[in-house]
């Protein structure tokens, strides 16, 4: 507490007061530290003066206070090492600490309202910032005394007090306080990718990893903001510096926490519509990455990076695919064109992971392929109109379908696919197109020898990260789910989607009318290093039909089925060698009344838990 008075000390980290005495302010205990805020911004309209001295004041004692706070570094990443919390965050975020309005207000706004770039070009090598230093202290004591960890039982009235610093957060409701803070965080995550005519004329800050743990504390501790990013194409100002950090953390251990926060930022904003549809707008590459070179949207962006993870990064990653395709499932209804770069990129994650070795390699890799299937299904009967690249892929990979559909469940079989396990990898062989990378991208590199791996806790399973909701759920539809859950019972024949908070299966039919009550696939928790455990399990016939009947494999393969003779009656018939032909029969055909009943759209949002 008395740290937190001397952060509001006039002369020493605050400028006076211009009507106030010098005798009036002897006394820290009687001064009011709102008059006191340090910047403009969020619930204070004036600009204080700045001065270089009172910054790195300010910075010295938010050090002292983040190291007080720093305790959980010392524990193991075991949820009992946690349990009882951090008694220091307790503290500084409770109403015993007077000053936890002006301090919330004073860090937000001293973080939000930073623009590193400054107006002149070179700048930062003639004078210094003495603020740089001040704003990454900021962010690193938001983030530390906003992870405020969910009580591991329902109720604990023993458990600690509220923390102060999140009911802020999510009480903000003003649209300029969103906007302001908003636009702080694109400015400052795009500084370090924005390209200019003049190298290194700008000066690069390098705190993105707090900056994205920000954001997600503050989408999830208030809807608000989060609505206010998605209802414009700001969204997407977010979204490519999470994807060029992904792509340029992949190979490297010690970044794997980047890696799963930006997955989980991704999944939160996922759950929602508009999230969809703004990634429709056209990318124009601006920041160099590691990827092929295409022409497309956000959407084929996000496509060709996630393929880009699950091929080549590394082994720490793999918990994290279902949360990578449980994001593409969510954003397929909304998605009204695919490049081809982005096509071939998802039909090679069917391939790779249809393949029989893959599948009878873990008792919960099918799961990966009902993902892909689903999503498959929503471009198809939702927006097939505008994915004629998608569609020309398929018909050209369609034989990865029909091995597909025919799996084989005899032992003999079986035991010879799963031999070829260690002997294929998950990366692409050969390509008729050798993949070109951007101008001026560098390859993701591996972590330097000697860095420390970074300790996580174990990712809980993908339905313990999301609900299922229909996307658009009307009074009628809510009826049947609430009669049908009660009785738990379904009605043959009648499209129902998930109800809202039930979590099921991936793989889970949830528009064909089957019972509700379908057969749970046997849970086993991926680890880093699964091979003693995958040894051990043995696939059998009746595993593989538990689920292979299951897949929902109906309307891929319908629209093969009616497809796939058109196309090769014009190829006979014209002489075609040309695909650009068979893309132009494909962009003005259409499917009305030859598949089956659409299926509702079915969406998974993140839900808190206390594994993130």
């Known amino acids: 507490i008395a740290i937190c008075d001397l952060l509001f000390c006039p002369e020493f980290t605050v400028s ?10 002897d006394e820290l205990i009687n001064l009011d530290s709102c008059e006191y805020i340090w910047e403009k911004g969020v619930g204070f309209a004036q600009t204080p003066s700045q001065t270089p001295q009172h910054h790195h004041n300010r910075v010295e004692l938010l050090r002292l206070i983040l190291t007080c706070c720093s305790e959980s570094i010392y524990l193991p990443p075991t949820n009992e090492a946690h349990i009882g ?9 409770s109403p015993e600490n007077r000053h936890a309005l002006p301090l ?12 590193p770039a400054g107006v002149l070009p070179y700048n930062h090598l003639i004078w210094a910032d003495s603020k740089e230093n001040l704003v990454e202290m900021a962010l690193q004591v938001l983030v530390v005394t906003l992870d405020q960890d969910l009580p591991m039982d329902g109720d604990n009235p023993d458990g600690p007090p509220d923390n102060l610093f999140l009911n802020y957060l999510s009480r903000i409701h003003r649209e300029e306080d969103f906007q302001f803070m908003l636009s702080g965080i694109t400015r400052l995550l795009m500084n370090p990718l924005v390209q200019t005519y003049l190298p290194g004329s700008q000066r690069k800050v390098h705190f993105h990893q707090e900056l994205l743990i920000f954001f997600w504390k503050l989408c999830e501790h208030n809807r608000k903001f989060m609505f206010h990013v998605l209802k414009s194409s700001d969204v997407l100002e977010i979204i490519v510096p999470i994807l060029h950090h992904l792509n340029d953390a992949r190979a490297d251990h010690s970044r794997v926490g980047l890696m799963h926060i930006g997955v989980f930022i991704l999944l939160l904003l996922s759950g929602e519509r508009n999230f969809g549809v703004r990634l429709n707008k056209p990318y124009t590459a601006t920041v160099p990455m590691d990827i092929p070179v295409f022409s497309g949207s956000h959407a084929d962006l996000l496509i060709i990076v996630f393929h880009k993870i699950i091929t080549t990064g590394h082994q720490r990653l793999q918990p994290l695919f279902d949360c990578l395709l449980t994001i593409l499932c969510n954003i397929s209804p909304y998605l009204k064109s695919m490049s081809m770069t982005a096509a071939c990129k998802l039909i090679h994650l069917v391939e790779a992971f249809s393949t029989p070795w893959f599948l009878m390699s873990n008792q919960t890799n099918h799961n990966l392929v009902f993902f892909l299937l689903e999503m498959l299904n929503n471009i198809i009967q939702y927006q097939f109109d505008g994915n004629y690249n998608l569609v020309y892929t398929m018909i050209r990979k369609r034989t990865v379908f029909h091995q597909l559909a025919n799996l084989p469940t005899d032992c003999s079989t079986m035991q010879k696919n799963a031999s070829k396990k260690s002997k294929k990898p998950l990366t692409r062989k050969s390509s008729q197109i050798e993949d070109e990378s951007m101008e001026g991208s560098q390859p993701a590199r591996p972590a330097e020898p000697g860095t420390l791996k970074a300790s996580l806790m174990k990712l809980p399973r993908i339905e313990n990260l999301t609900e299922d909701v229909s996307a658009h759920p009307s009074k009628k539809l809510m009826d049947q789910l609430t009669q049908s859950l009660a009785s738990n019972s379904l009605e043959s024949g009648k499209p129902i989607a998930a109800v809202a908070g039930s979590p099921v299966q991936p793989g889970a039919d949830v528009g064909r009318g089957e019972a509700a009550g379908s057969e749970k696939v046997e849970e086993n928790e991926k680890k880093d290093d699964s091979s003693s455990t995958a040894d051990k399990w043995v696939p059998t016939p009746e595993w593989i039909s538990s689920w292979k009947n299951k897949m929902p494999l109906q309307t891929v393969m319908r629209m093969l089925q009616v497809l796939v003779p058109q196309v090769e009656k014009m190829c006979i018939d014209k002489g075609l060698t040309d695909e650009s032909e068979i893309l132009r029969f494909l962009q003005n055909g259409t499917l009305v009344g030859l598949l089956p009943v659409p299926h509702p759209i079915l969406i998974r949002r993140y839900q808190a838990n206390p594994g993130t």
């Open 104 to 115: 919330f207000t004073s860090l937000i706004n001293t973080v939000c309202g930073y623009d």
């Open 85 to 93: 919390g951090n008694k220091w965050v307790h503290l500084f975020t």
């Open 16 to 25: 006076s007061a211009g009507n106030r005495s010098r005798d009036e302010v």
